[in-house]
């Protein structure tokens, strides 16, 4: 019989596709085998190739050197020291609430006599002397006594509280807060209230300086001594 060249050559490709199978039987989907055409074959032989896997696309990135890196990250200093203001404000804003509490909670004294304010002699049994004279007083004995230097001729005389009243500023200048919330501290005076007989004053000492406190009674508020 009459065997076409077409056929043979097919029988041959099969031939040596077992042959490659039984040589190597751990062949992976990457391996080739070379296969031999035969030379009275006509027939083409198409082998498809596996497809290459395509790596992941990387994303661009720029490099940073060391010191650029360090300068991203958050400075531990400059938190703490932000801790440590946070802290210490709150601390001064308790201190003063508390502070503020306790001045709204105290009574208003019958004594009012402070060392170093100006006061007024208003006793007329003294004498043209020492009556309606401005005097400095130097020191509080007995709660209402006080020892009273004359500022015009320098003499001293000791008197009771009600020999004496308050003196009032002009605008600008120093007083002391003498009963009240604000006792004891010093002030500098904005504003007379003549028809109300009040001041306003800021606070010029303590933790409340900077306060700005209205309407303080002339007879709360006298003004402090100075040289000038």
């Known amino acids: 019989a009459v065997v076409s060249t077409q056929s043979t050559g097919e029988k041959m490709l099969l031939e040596q596709i077992e042959r490659a199978k039984a040589n190597n039987t751990d062949t992976g989907p990457s391996s080739s085998t070379v296969l031999q055409r035969a030379e009275d074959s006509e027939e083409k032989v198409v082998f498809a190739m ?11 990135a ?13 400075s531990k ?19 003063i609430a508390e502070n503020e509490a306790g001045k709204k909670q ?3 004294k019958d004594s009012w006599l402070a060392k170093g304010i100006v006061v007024k002699i208003i006793a ?8 309606k004279s401005k005097g400095l007083i130097e020191d509080v004995f007995d709660t209402y006594g006080a020892k009273v230097k004359v500022i015009k001729t320098g003499k001293r005389v000791k008197l009771d509280q009600s020999h004496l009243e308050t003196v009032i500023p002009q605008v600008g200048r120093k007083i002391m807060i003498l009963n009240g919330a604000y006792e004891g501290s010093q002030a500098i005076l904005d ?6 007989f009040t001041v306003n004053v800021t606070i010029s000492s303590g933790i409340c300086k900077g306060r700005t ?3 303080i009674p002339y007879e709360d508020v006298s003004k402090l001594y100075t040289n000038d």
């Open 50 to 60: 596996p497809k290459s896997i395509r790596p992941k696309k990387v994303e661009p």
């Open 106 to 108: 105290k009574k208003k």
């Open 77 to 95: 200093s400059s938190s703490k020291s932000k801790s440590n203001n946070k802290k210490k404000r709150s601390a001064i804003e308790e201190l």
């Open 124 to 131: 007329k049994d003294l004498g043209k002397e020492f009556y």
């Open 213 to 215: 406190v209205p309407d």
């Open 62 to 74: 720029v490099e940073m050197n060391a010191l650029q890196e360090e300068d991203l990250k958050p």
């Open 191 to 196: 504003k007379l209230n003549v028809e109300h």
